[in-house]
């Protein structure tokens, strides 16, 4: 229910806040702080100087909120007890929703990875996994996992939404992108004016974006083989072979996974400083009127940079060359680079960054005294937040975890430390490190479940040609269909069968669980009811 003054005896904390009104020194507890940060926000926003955002008139540099430090040490000693337990509702109250999704599904995700974990750590003392009978049962286990989490995930993003008051948020009108631009008319449902951009030519720019993004996949390509040569998995006879690159390190031993941890160092520093940048104008070349609509392209763009970064030397290892050590090998050493990068990238630099960007800063500030004789607060000089590249980081694992789980069945206990690390330096980071982000409204993550369902559904191809064609694992279970000759075509049975019933499989569970928990049924139930009987 929208408040009103007139009925504020209905909302929770309304007599503290009429008391605190009455008395400055008293605390009213009626909005949160994030609450309170949106009004404002929205407030400046309504505020109109001409054809200009309220960020482009002159004298102005930045609007964020400020941190509320009595809130935060407070929110700060509960967060940071515990990195699977803490509590979703506090940092929403303090950050907002569309912040603090992305601490509630690694909340869910880390839960959850505890039970492939613990077969995880099973596994690494079993040895080779290329001859065993009981890592293919880990794989399927291993699709059914990602099926239930994604489905466990989307009730509790649904509760939330509930709890918090945005259940029916995408069903209402959106704001409007402060950057969207176009020819201003008469709204034909409103019959007001609005902003308007004609779908046709947001269909050309979107082809002149796919063209840009084409020639940097291609660079991505280059690289890939370029590694891949390295450490000796592209044959002679190949087109992507390269003599002078190629055998400097031996395919079947361990120092195969230094060429694999320079490749996603090398291709981290090309996302950051190069592919982020070029998805992002891009995308602000598109102009697109709301941000949902901006983040879900932007999300499509580097999703298909990353996926070819990431998983093409995979996929190159498990279809061409067919070799499941080797596979192991490339996961393990891109696990090993990924958690290096993490900690260093997200705690150790940016406290170095902030410490020498604040000393340069303050100097500036102190030569160039503003007007009205006022310093900007320690949040100026720190960075701003946003939590794109987290999730994305996260999305990317989950795909590791699921499509190769037959190659690296200790992938989930690897990433399940790596997370605890990583909600450890995200919550460290937002809280000191960075400005406090804007009060946003959601419902969800957006269009990440979307990927993710993507992954999951995959996982079960990829999983099935490694039990088939990239392993020894099908002959040890069937030891009457070792590849030979007249025996091709039931191996090709075998795992064809296996694989829709894992594709029945998933179907099965996405249609027996329900999306929405009980108690939002019920409430979307009675609100149809109210609204056809209002008295």
């Known amino acids: 229910m929208p408040f009103i003054k007139q009925k504020g005896e209905s909302f929770q904390g309304w007599n503290q806040a009429k008391e605190a009104l009455k008395n400055p020194n008293s605390f009213g507890e009626f909005f949160t702080v994030a609450e309170r940060h949106e009004i404002v926000f929205r407030i400046l926003q309504g505020i ?50 569309h912040t603090t999704y992305y601490f509630a599904f690694m909340r869910t995700y880390m839960r959850l990875l505890l039970f492939p974990s613990m077969f995880g750590v099973i596994f690494f003392f079993l040895g080779d996994v290329n001859s065993s009978s009981i890592v293919p049962l880990y794989s399927l286990a291993a699709i059914v996992w990602a099926s239930f989490f994604l489905k466990s995930w989307e009730r509790q993003e649904l509760t939330k939404a509930n709890d918090w008051g945005y259940l029916y948020f995408e069903k209402e009108e959106e704001d409007i992108r402060a950057k969207f631009w176009g020819e201003i008319r008469k709204s034909p449902i409103t019959e007001k004016d609005e902003i308007y951009f004609p779908a046709r030519k947001r269909r050309l720019r979107q082809f002149i974006s796919s063209l840009a993004m084409t020639a940097m996949l291609s660079i991505a390509v280059g690289f890939m083989f370029l590694s891949l040569n390295l450490q000796g998995y592209v044959k002679s006879d190949s087109f992507f072979y390269v003599e002078p690159l190629n055998g400097w390190v031996d395919p079947n031993g361990w120092f195969t996974i230094i060429p694999t941890i320079i490749h996603s160092i090398v291709i981290y520093l090309i996302n950051q400083f190069v592919y982020r940048k070029l998805a992002e104008h891009l995308t602000e070349f598109e102009n697109y009127k709301t941000l949902s609509a901006f983040e879900n392209a932007l999300l499509f763009k580097r999703v298909i940079i990353e996926f070819f970064d990431c998983y093409l030397p995979l996929f190159y290892v498990c279809f061409h060359g067919q070799n499941l050590y080797q596979l192991r090998m490339e996961l393990i050493g891109l696990f090993i680079g990924d958690i290096l990068r993490r900690v260093f990238t997200e705690t150790i630099l940016p406290l170095f960054l902030q410490s020498a960007t604040k000393k340069i800063k303050k100097t500036k500030v102190k030569v160039e005294k503003p007007k009205t004789g006022y310093y900007p607060s320690d949040d100026y000089f720190k960075d701003e937040y946003e939590n794109f590249d987290d999730f994305l980081e996260i999305v990317v694992q989950f795909g590791y975890i699921v499509l190769f789980a037959g190659a690296f069945p200790e992938a989930s206990v690897v990433a399940l430390i790596s997370n605890i690390v990583e909600v450890k330096s995200d919550s460290f980071k937002i ?41 020894d694992q099908l002959s040890h279970i069937f030891p009457q269909f070792a590849w030979k000759a007249g025996q091709a075509r039931y191996i090709l049975m075998i795992v064809f069968a296996l694989e829709h019933m894992m594709f029945g499989l998933q179907i099965y569970i996405d249609w027996v669980i329900s999306s929405e928990p009980k108690n939002v049924r019920i409430l979307k139930a009675r609100d149809v009811y109210l609204a056809k009987h209002p008295e």
């Open 48 to 97: 109109e100087k001409g054809e200009e955002d309220i960020e482009e008139i002159e004298g102005t540099e930045s609007i964020f909120p400020i941190h509320d430090s009595k809130k935060l040490n407070q929110l700060w000693k509960n967060w940071k007890m515990s990195a699977i337990n803490y509590s979703i509702d506090d940092i929403q109250s303090y950050f907002g929703a």
């Open 431 to 471: 809280c000191f490190l960075c400005r406090k982000p804007p009060s946003l409204r959601a419902a969800s993550i957006g269009g990440w479940k979307s990927v993710m369902r993507v992954f999951a559904a995959v996982a079960v191809m990829t999983n099935c040609y490694m039990f088939g064609f990239s392993s």
